[in-house]
């Protein structure tokens, strides 16, 4: 094995793909991953960053120069910092020609072992990527002394207080002969907290994140909601399982105030808590309970992929209908927590029948996916888009009230209809619109939602109804 950089969980040796567009970012996975790396993929320059700081900096950087929140060339000189040219390789991909221009004339100053067109052949790809790979400076690791385990722990405890921005950082690791909780606490006043079993209970038999914005709202998992003579009000606890699907304990983000973490700050929670689970179980050797052989699990890898594939619309590269229905339950359950508005966008491409026995079903198929690429470039990151089904497509916009969601509705409606398709003269879409209320159930938003797509078609078709 070899070992480029050490994060601040352990060595990991990973791809860091930076592309806001879901199907290429596939592409360029697919790539990665057939070097026998692990690919980290994200859709925004902040995203990444927090993934650096999670990791350490990457063995190579696939990324696009323009991203959300923080555009590439931000990107690369963080990377930059962080790490030599002979550590970590850069490949720069961009549909602009102005931008590829900018990036060559930076190429030696910034490290960038390659510049090139967005619409590169998988083929060529590869070729790129095993020549920006090929003269790194790769070192075996060798076997080291037992690291001190409070010294990794405390590390870890720190790292994920400063990462996550809060107060209080506990990890409940399951040993053989006892649990042990061991955590950090970072204070300017008098404390002292009880220790929520209970929740820790449910998380390690569930093996599901919890979220609990706050406990003035929810007295539930046998979290009073006060402590007295500290009051933690915000609560997120993940469990720790290993690569080998070994469960060994609990991570618990705890604050003093409300704690609403975005849907990609608790994936990166997650991702973290292998890291640590990996890197625990390295340094506790036999002491941890509840262990499992490796041929008695999939890999972590077979996990993923077999998820990726049923949870994937083969033809869009959206999530599908199965993935949706997860996803809305656990959003509306999300904005019923914390009050934060959940808006809910039906659409449905019109007349789609006659443009499929026109043209025949190959140029339907076109049609559903530029109706895809739209609304994947329309979405931002915290967005959900899922092919519902047939020509309808469902989206989901977390934190957007419904004035909002009328907007991006609208936006991606006059994209599609005026955007131009060989052998079919117009595509439209009609987009029912609702903001989901108070104590309504995920069927009940759906059911309005789609009330208002009829009014939609009902009222002659391409238009919002909100």
């Known amino acids: 094995m070899h070992t480029l950089h050490n994060g601040p969980f352990g060595p990991l040796v990973y791809v860091l793909i930076a592309e806001f567009d879901p199907q290429r970012a596939a592409v360029y996975r697919e790539v990665a991953e057939a070097q026998r790396l692990k690919a980290i993929v994200v859709r925004d320059g902040d995203a990444a960053r927090r993934v650096i700081q999670l990791h350490g900096a990457p063995v190579l950087l696939i990324t696009d120069l323009s991203l959300p929140h923080s555009d590439g060339f931000s990107l690369i000189t963080e990377v930059r910092r962080l790490s030599p040219q002979d550590r970590t390789a850069i490949l720069v991909f961009s549909a602009f020609a102005d931008l590829r221009t900018a990036a060559l004339d930076l190429r030696n100053s910034l490290g960038i072992a390659e510049v090139a067109d967005k619409k590169l052949s998988i083929e060529s790809l590869s070729r790129s990527v095993s020549r920006a790979l090929a003269p790194l400076a790769l070192r075996e690791s060798r076997p080291t002394d037992r690291p001190d385990p409070e010294e990794l722990v405390k590390k870890i405890l720190s790292r994920l207080a400063k990462t996550f921005r809060v107060p209080i950082v506990l990890l409940a690791v399951e040993f053989r002969d006892q649990r042990r909780v061991i955590g950090y606490i970072r204070l300017n006043r008098p404390h002292g907290a009880s220790t929520p079993w209970h929740v820790f209970d449910q998380v390690l038999a569930t093996r599901e994140p919890l979220l609990i914005p706050d406990t003035q709202q929810q007295s539930l998992f046998g979290m009073a909601p006060s402590v007295p003579p500290v009051m933690v009000r915000g609560l997120a606890a993940v469990p720790m399982t290993t690569s080998g699907s070994r469960v060994i304990g609990v991570v618990s983000l705890l604050d003093f105030e409300p704690l609403t973490l975005a849907s990609a700050q608790l994936d990166l929670l997650v991702a973290a808590s292998v890291r640590i689970a990996d890197e625990l179980e390295r340094v506790y050797q036999g002491e941890l309970a509840g262990v499992e052989s490796p041929d008695q699990v999939r890999s972590d890898e077979n996990w993923a992929a077999l998820e990726r594939l049923a949870m994937t619309d083969p033809l869009t590269g959206l999530a599908n209908r199965r993935a949706g229905e997860r996803a809305l339950d656990r959003e509306v359950a999300r904005a019923h927590r914390s009050g934060a508005p ?125």
């Open 342 to 466: 959940l808006s809910i966008a039906l659409l449905d491409v019109d007349r789609f029948k006659p443009i499929n026995d026109a043209h025949g079903h190959a140029i339907g198929d076109d049609v559903l996916c530029e109706v895809s690429r739209v609304l994947t470039t329309t979405l931002r990151a915290s967005d959900y888009g899922v092919r519902w089904g047939g020509d309808e497509f469902l989206v989901l916009l977390p934190d957007v009230p419904l004035p909002g969601a009328v907007i991006f509705a609208e936006r991606a409606r006059a994209q599609l209809e005026a955007m131009k398709l060989a052998d079919v003269p117009a595509v439209s879409v009609s987009i029912g619109v609702i903001e989901v209320q108070r104590e309504e159930t995920a069927r009940a938003a759906l059911a309005r939602a789609d009330a208002r797509l009829y009014e939609a078609k009902a009222a002659g078709r391409n238009r919002v109804v909100g």
